[in-house]
C-alpha cells in the first residue's frame, strides 16, 4: 500500500454510479469494462466509488464491501488512485469499511458527516471524523464537505485548523459546496501535501479560480474528455474556452430541469445511454429516469458536447 501522501491526487476523479443488475442486485462483472470506459473513452485516470453518485447510503456495509474490492481490483494498475467512501450513520460501520478499504489497499478513504444525528459543531464533527481515520491510520484521509445532503455546513476552514495533530493521515477535502469563501479559506490554509477537490461540477470553473486543484464529480464519468479539456484550457489561462465548456454543462442541466431536475435517476441514465454499460436501474427511493426523458437529455447532450469540440 502507499504510504500516506505518496502519490498527490490532483485532476479529474469520476464519482462513480453503482453498477446494478435490472433487478436491483449489485453487479459486479460491469466494474471491468465501466473502468475501461473510464479511462480509454473518457481519459479519466481517478475514481471515487460509493459516494454520493454510489448511492453509498442506500447499500448494506456488506454491498459496499464487495464494491470497494472489486473497484480496487480492476482498477490495479489501469487507474492512479481508487478513493472509498466510507461515511456511514454508524461510526462503528465507518470503521469497519475504513478498516477494509486499507485491506483491499486503497489509495484513500473519505467521509462525508454523518445526518441523521449530526454533530453540532467542528469538535464534534472532528471527534466522529477521528475515530473513524484512527481505524485505519495508514489511509490518506479526505473529508468530504457535502451540505447539501448532510445539512452539516460547518465551516471548513475551522476543521482544517490542526487537523493533522487528531488526524496524521488527513489529505485534503472533497468540496462539494457552494461557497467560494470557505472554500478559498481551506486552500489559503491547507498544507501543501493536501489537495482540495472541488465538487460541483457546474460551478468548476469558479472553483479552479479560487484555487481547486482537482475535482470530483458524477458527471466526469461522461463528459471527463471535456472537462479535461477544460482543466487543460484553465492551465493556459484560455478562460474563454475553459467558459465555452463550462457553459454547455449548464446549459445541460438546466434542461434536464425540464423533466423535474438533474436528479441521480436522470443522471445515472444518461450513464448508461452515453456510455451503453447497462448499469441498471438506481436502488429505490431513487426512481429511474423514463426513457424518453433521458432520450430528450442524451439528444442535448450531443448538441451540446460533439467528440470534437
Ligand atoms: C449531489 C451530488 O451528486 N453532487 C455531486 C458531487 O458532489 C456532483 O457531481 C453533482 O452531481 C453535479 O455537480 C451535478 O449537480
Ligand atoms: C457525485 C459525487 O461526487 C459523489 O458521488 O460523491
Known amino acids: 500500500?502507499?504510504?500516506?501522501?505518496?502519490?498527490?491526487?490532483?485532476?479529474?476523479?469520476?464519482?462513480?454510479?453503482?453498477?446494478?443488475?435490472?433487478?436491483?442486485?449489485v453487479n459486479l462483472s460491469q466494474i471491468g469494462p465501466y473502468i475501461d470506459y473510464?479511462?480509454?473513452?473518457?481519459?479519466?485516470?481517478?475514481?471515487?466509488?460509493?459516494?454520493?453518485?454510489?448511492?453509498?447510503m442506500s447499500f448494506t456495509v456488506a454491498e459496499r464491501k464487495m464494491l470497494a474490492e472489486e473497484w480496487c481490483k480492476k482498477a490495479k494498475g489501469i487507474m492512479d488512485h481508487v478513493i472509498v467512501h466510507v461515511g456511514c450513520l454508524s461510526l462503528k460501520d465507518s470503521q469497519e469499511l475504513a478498516r477494509h478499504a486499507a485491506e483491499i489497499k486503497a489509495d484513500a478513504i473519505a467521509i462525508m458527516a454523518p445526518f441523521f444525528l449530526r454533530p453540532k459543531n467542528v469538535a464534534a464533527l472532528r471527534k466522529f471524523l477521528q475515530e473513524v481515520a484512527s481505524a485505519a491510520p495508514s489511509m490518506p484521509f479526505y473529508y468530504y464537505h457535502i451540505p447539501r445532503i448532510t445539512n452539516v455546513n460547518l465551516p471548513v476552514v475551522d476543521l482544517l485548523e490542526d487537523i493533522e495533530n487528531?488526524?496524521?493521515?488527513?489529505?485534503?477535502?472533497?468540496?462539494?459546496?457552494?461557497?467560494?469563501?470557505?472554500?478559498?479559506?481551506?486552500?489559503?490554509?491547507s498544507k501543501p501535501q493536501w489537495t482540495v477537490l472541488f465538487g460541483v461540477d457546474e460551478e468548476l470553473l469558479s472553483?479552479?479560480?479560487?484555487?481547486?486543484?482537482?475535482?470530483?464529480?458524477?458527471?466526469?464519468?461522461?463528459?471527463?474528455?471535456?472537462?479535461?479539456?477544460?482543466?487543460?484550457?484553465?492551465?493556459?489561462?484560455?478562460l474563454a474556452e475553459a467558459r465555452r465548456i463550462q457553459y454547455n454543462l449548464q446549459e445541460l442541466l438546466r434542461y434536464a430541469k425540464k423533466y423535474g431536475g438533474f436528479d441521480l435517476g436522470v443522471n445515472k441514465q444518461l450513464m448508461v445511454e452515453l456510455s451503453g454499460l447497462p448499469l441498471g436501474p438506481p436502488r429505490p427511493p431513487v426512481i429511474q429516469c423514463p426513457p424518453e426523458n433521458a432520450q430528450s437529455i442524451v439528444q442535448k447532450f450531443h448538441s451540446l458536447f460533439s467528440e470534437s469540440s
Open 166 to 189: 487528531d488526524i496524521p493521515s488527513f489529505s485534503g477535502v472533497k468540496f462539494s459546496a457552494s461557497d467560494a469563501m470557505d472554500l478559498g479559506l481551506c486552500i489559503n490554509n
Open 207 to 238: 472553483g479552479l479560480a479560487m484555487g481547486a486543484q482537482g475535482a470530483i464529480g458524477s458527471t466526469y464519468n461522461y463528459l471527463g474528455c471535456h472537462i479535461n479539456k477544460l482543466l487543460a484550457a484553465f492551465e493556459k489561462n484560455n
Open 38 to 56: 473510464l479511462t480509454q473513452k473518457q481519459g479519466v485516470k481517478n475514481i471515487f466509488v460509493n459516494g454520493t453518485a454510489g448511492e453509498s
Open 1 to 25: 500500500m502507499a504510504a500516506v501522501a505518496d502519490k498527490k491526487l490532483t485532476g479529474l476523479v469520476a464519482a462513480t454510479f453503482t453498477p446494478l443488475t435490472p433487478q436491483g442486485e
